[in-house]
């Protein structure tokens, strides 16, 4: 059963329609396929944001947070660090995956394609290994 607000008196008036009508009313609202709107216009879009610091900087406004590429960058960074598994299984656990016990961290050296001088073979075997275990699979 929809709830109608009326914009005129305020009011909620309550309707009772059958599921044809329900989704034409719905329909309505939803924009066409490649339809373009503006979400963000004047200061409030990407492209002023230069523009909005020039009017920050005449009226003498402080900003409460930086905005700047550098600090938008490193903040991405340390987000995207969070899903890795190395740092998750370290908040999850408080294990770290590659540190032995003595207390070293392991390091990765192994690269296949540093000694051969054509890397076609290394990637058909690869895929040949890949299609074994799909083949496996079904």
């Known amino acids: 059963m929809p709830i109608i607000l009326d914009h005129k008196d305020e009011k909620r008036h309550d309707v009772t329609d059958n599921v044809i009508d329900f989704i034409n009313r719905l329909i309505i609202h939803i924009p066409d396929y ?3 709107t503006t979400r963000y216009y004047g200061f409030y879009a990407n492209a002023s944001k ?3 610091d020039k009017v920050h900087a005449l009226l003498g406004i402080k900003k409460n947070k930086d905005y700047s ?3 938008r960058t490193k ?3 340390n987000k995207l660090n969070k899903f890795k598994y190395r740092t998750h299984l370290i908040d999850s656990f408080n294990i770290d995956p590659i540190q032995c016990k003595c207390g070293s961290i392991m390091q ?3 690269n296949p394609l540093e000694n ?3 890397d076609r073979t290394y990637r058909k075997r690869c895929i040949d290994e890949m299609m074994r275990m799909y083949k496996r699979r079904i």
């Open 69 to 71: 590429r550098e600090t």
């Open 108 to 110: 990765y050296t192994y």
């Open 34 to 36: 490649h339809f373009l």
């Open 116 to 118: 051969s001088k054509n």
């Open 50 to 52: 230069k523009t909005l």
């Open 75 to 77: 903040a991405l960074k």
